[in-house]
């Protein structure tokens, strides 16, 4: 009697524990040419699904490298068996068989949707939330038709776009998260200080406020491209950058809306300035240091927003043991979890 080959499960990428091995639907989101120290060329290759990421070598000399070169493309879903190690490097695939999906793939559950990277919220859910919160929040109707426009003209880009290459909000429609966190952020904070400092003058301009921090990161739309669901820099992102896109954006628009309305210099001044000083500090990439009221609270609200977002990231991702996180590059700090027995004790502390 002939034998049965034992047939192999069809696991998700991001379910995979080490020393596993198993079918699984990955897309290729990067495939780049390096060399060793000796010179040698080889491929660093990077397969995905939505929740993780596995970035690994192939060698030059090794038995994928010609098919790697000749074949494999990245935005491409493919289906593969291999077994997944953890090691000093990171987290490895060893490919066994690979192949591009087909439409029989479906029968076993295949989705490209599934390899996307995904926030905690649609992207066109966020949209809505958006467009909601500008029509509550800003009661200017010149502001609030500024902010419209702009949604509205980019709303396909800013549905796929994540935030950052890496940093943060590297999911489709994480530059949506982001935008609204801080303007909510933002306008907290104003909120406060207004109260605080009642007599402060010039005042607080809460629409102006408003309509800066949900449009800080709108040159985004043009400082990245979106290839097989990750953000990359554009030529103009390399050679321009966000920023000062960002403000070309606001200066379009604004332009565009002239003949119905009408904003003064110093308005699209102040405007200008946010987007323009909106990273901080020099260092940061800001062309300008904050130099209004407004300008420094959504410069204080991207950059918590962002760090926060990342301590968040780091406490799920890590797997260190203990109650110290393993050293997390984008905070360029360890993070202190705490003990299990007391951790669960300060979790209902509302104090």
Known sequence: MAKTSKKIAIVPLHELIDGQEADCFVMLFKKEVLQTKEGKPYFRVGFRDREREVVFPIWNDGPLAEECRNAWEVGICYKVRALFRETQYGPQLDIRKIRPVNDDDQQDGFDRNDLF????????????????????????????????????????????????????????????????????????????????????????????????ALLHDIGKLRELEVIAGTGQYSPAGHLVGHVVLGRDVVREAMATLSEEVTFTEEEQLRLEHLLLSHQGTLEMGSPKLPMTAEAMLIAHADRCETEFFQLVEGFAEDTQEGPVTGRRKNLQRVLFRGWKSSSSESNNDEG
């Open 117 to 212: 990277p995904a926030g905690r919220c649609r992207p066109e859910a966020m949209f809505d939330q958006i467009i909601e919160w500008i029509e509550e929040n800003i009661v200017d109707d010149r502001w609030k038709q500024l902010a419209n426009s702009i949604f509205q003209i980019y709303k396909k880009h800013l549905l796929e776009m994540p935030a950052s290459t890496g940093r943060h909000h590297t999911y489709r429609g994480g530059l949506l998260e982001h935008l609204l966190s801080v303007a909510k952020l933002a306008d907290s904070m104003a909120e406060h200080f207004a109260a605080v400092y009642s007599e402060m003058q010039p005042p607080l301009h809460r629409n102006l406020l408003r309509v800066g």
